[in-house]
């Protein structure tokens, strides 16, 4: 065995045995220290632990401090829990499956390098297997979600999350081609075949430069052709491709139905049927069915589902109408307080801004916030120009005469300020990436008189 992998072997023995007694089932070596991407004093060493489900997930903190700095010339060390629900039933405890999909991380079980503990196999664990199919249509779901094409937002971390999940999309190819060697960046950009041999070639030199923004845009016009002509593939008829689609929608445990609900939901703006099947990854005939069930389970609720022009919503009852009115003219009286008064003051000399830059730039989730200065007339909402499914923010006319302003950029020190804030993002975005296959960090989110820990990377929205 090779030495480097024998010392970290020897470390990761040690903490099973130190914490076996509190639910550590099994430990395992994975990723690229195990393939000829490692690269030695530069890439990050990944473990997986496979945990009981009473082993409590603070454990996991306290074992990544432990690890930290005992192995010589390791930059990171990831030391991440499975629980076993997760692996059975797929209900997500951990901080890893929030981040990947098990049932992705299961497709790579063969190559995971067993340290100690229970030798597992792939038949003790209950969650259904998934094809090369299945696996291209869960990880361009994920690129789906981040919006990518604002090139202008990406930072280091989304480069590395894009080319990571269009890394493995192109490995699934691969795959469907008959190759069935271990993820391999390197090896891939020298084996693969067609259009999967160039992609992998550019991403493998847009790794090596550390996730380079500058290096990710000498090919992104490739990176976006090569999506689209995947995502092509996904939506085939249900007699081609279309059908791993229809397996990922019912390997889920959750009813589509529910999904849907949970989306709209949180994404408080309309969403076409088309939207919501590429983030379901179904068919379109499942998710209008879907929503008819939505609008069934809902018709004696307080919450209703609303058509409009082919686009759907949730909303208050009608019957609700004049206690919400109360409600609304309650909260109205309120004073707009630091919270309200800092996401105004970032919508005034930064927008048209999108949601997930005012999040960026307090650290918090702005949506409360948001609705309650929409409400107040104070700012106005309007699609994307570039991506007619995102919303952008804006001073309303109202806000501007309010303040006795002929233009926005009468306002103290504007030019100033917008340059101190675009300092202050490429500042961040230019600090240390965290580990690469980290946990999603918890937000705080702002109710307007407190606040409280999620743990999702952005909270439900509030109608």
């Known amino acids: 065995m090779n030495p480097h992998i024998q010392a970290i072997s020897d470390e990761l023995k040690s903490i099973y045995r130190t914490y076996e007694k509190e639910g550590i089932l099994s430990v395992y070596l994975w990723g690229s220290i195990l393939?000829?991407?490692?690269?030695?004093?530069?890439s990050d060493i990944d473990a997986i632990a496979i945990v009981s489900n009473q082993t409590p997930l603070e454990l996991e903190k306290k074992i990544q401090r432990d690890l930290s700095g005992r192995i010589p010339n390791v930059e990171k060390f990831g030391f991440r829990f499975l629980y076993q629900s997760e692996l059975n039933d797929g209900t997500c405890i951990g901080n890893l499956a929030s981040y990947i999909d098990p049932k992705l991380l299961l497709m790579d079980f063969k190559n995971w390098m067993h340290v100690d503990g229970k030798a597992?196999?792939?038949?003790?664990?209950?969650?259904?297997?998934?094809?090369?199919?299945?696996?291209i249509c869960l990880h361009i779901d994920k690129v789906i979600r981040m919006k990518w094409s604002d090139v202008s937002a990406i930072t280091?971390?989304?480069?590395?999350?894009?080319?990571?999940?269009?890394?493995?999309?192109?490995?699934m190819k691969e795959v469907l081609k008959g190759n069935d060697?271990?993820?391999?960046?390197?090896?891939?950009a020298k084996t693969s075949t067609g259009d999967e041999r160039q992609i992998m070639q550019n991403i493998l030199e847009c790794k090596?430069?550390?996730?380079?923004?500058?290096v990710f845009l000498k090919h992104v016009s490739e990176y976006q052709r090569y999506l689209n002509d995947i995502m092509q593939i996904t939506n085939m008829p249900k007699e081609t491709h279309g059908q791993s689609a229809e397996k990922h929608a019912s390997n889920d445990n959750a009813p589509l139905k529910n999904h849907i609900e949970a989306i709209l939901f949180w994404r408080g703006d309309p969403m076409t049927v088309a939207e919501l099947a590429k983030f379901t990854a179904s068919c379109k005939e499942d998710v209008t069915a879907a929503l008819a069930e939505v609008r069934s389970d809902l018709s004696n609720r307080g919450i209703v589902l609303i058509e409009h022009e082919g686009e759907y919503t949730l909303g208050t009852n009608p019957e609700s109408a004049r206690l919400i009115e109360a409600v609304r003219k309650e909260e109205l009286s309120r004073e707009l307080g630091k919270a309200g008064l800092e996401?105004?003051?970032?919508?005034?000399?930064?927008?048209?801004?999108?949601?997930?830059?005012?999040?960026?730039?307090?650290?918090?989730?702005?949506?409360?916030?948001?609705?309650?200065?929409?409400?107040?007339?104070?700012?106005e909402r309007k699609p994307a120009p570039n991506d007619s499914r995102a919303s952008v923010y804006s001073a309303s006319m109202e806000l501007i005469r309010h303040m006795g302003l002929s233009s926005i950029g009468e306002l103290p020190d504007f030019e100033i300020v917008k340059a101190q804030i675009a300092d202050f993002k490429s500042a961040d975005e230019n600090a240390e990436e965290p580990l690469a296959e980290s946990a999603v960090?918890?937000?705080?989110?702002?109710?307007?008189?407190?606040?409280?820990?999620?743990?999702?990377?952005?909270?439900?929205?509030?109608?």
Request: cysteine-free; charged content about 25%.
């Open 35 to 42: 393939t000829p991407d490692y690269v030695h004093g530069i």
């Open 120 to 135: 597992f196999v792939r038949a003790d664990f209950a969650l259904p297997e998934i094809g090369p199919e299945d696996a």
């Open 156 to 171: 280091s971390k989304d480069v590395m999350y894009f080319l990571k999940n269009l890394a493995q999309t192109a490995y």
């Open 181 to 188: 060697a271990p993820f391999s960046y390197v090896v891939l």
């Open 208 to 214: 090596n430069a550390r996730w380079d923004h500058e």
């Open 343 to 379: 996401t105004l003051a970032i919508v005034l000399y930064q927008g048209p801004v999108r949601r997930s830059e005012i999040d960026y730039i307090r650290g918090v989730n702005s949506n409360f916030i948001l609705r309650n200065l929409l409400i107040r007339g104070l700012i």
């Open 441 to 463: 960090p918890d937000a705080t989110v702002e109710n307007g008189e407190g606040s409280e820990k999620n743990g999702t990377e952005e909270s439900a929205s509030t109608h």
